[in-house]
């Protein structure tokens, strides 16, 4: 099992931008996969972005192609997403994700994890 806690959410206007991190523990150590999900009010979860932690095979929303990376500090043991170019729509409580197991066919579908964190709120205003 992997424990994972976010950090770095905020308030900012669109346009500018913002890092959450994801520290991560436990065993097996780094896991098969990590992800980012974001949950706005009254709408379902939806992923955001994923890498594999061995090769950095990265994939991402179509929403937030372009201005959104993330990117893996195994030594760290933290995972980030960089966002930039934010908008009001990104407005959202965003959860980090860990994955030990293989044999993941849908990298940005919340059924494929396991491990969550509590999120952190991200605010975009206009």
């Known amino acids: 099992q992997v424990q994972v806690v976010e950090s770095g959410g905020g308030s900012v206007q669109a346009g500018g931008s913002l890092r959450l991190s994801c520290a991560a523990s436990?065993?097996?150590?780094?896991?098969?996969?990590m992800a980012w999900f974001r949950q706005a009010t009254g709408k379902e979860r939806e992923g955001v972005a994923a890498?594999?932690?061995?090769?950095?095979?990265?994939y991402y929303a179509d929403s937030v192609k372009g201005r959104f990376t993330i990117s893996q500090d195994n030594a760290k043991n933290t995972l980030y997403l960089q966002m930039d170019s934010l908008k009001p729509e990104d407005t959202a409580k965003y959860y980090c994700?860990?994955?030990?197991?293989?044999?993941?066919?849908?990298?940005?579908?919340?059924?494929?994890?396991?491990?969550w964190g509590q999120g952190t709120q991200v605010t975009v205003s206009s």
């Open positions: 436990g065993n097996p150590y780094p896991p098969c996969l």
């Open positions: 994700a860990a994955e030990v197991g293989f044999g993941i066919n849908h990298p940005l579908g919340d059924f494929e994890y396991h491990d």
């Open positions: 890498v594999y932690t061995s090769t950095g095979k990265a």
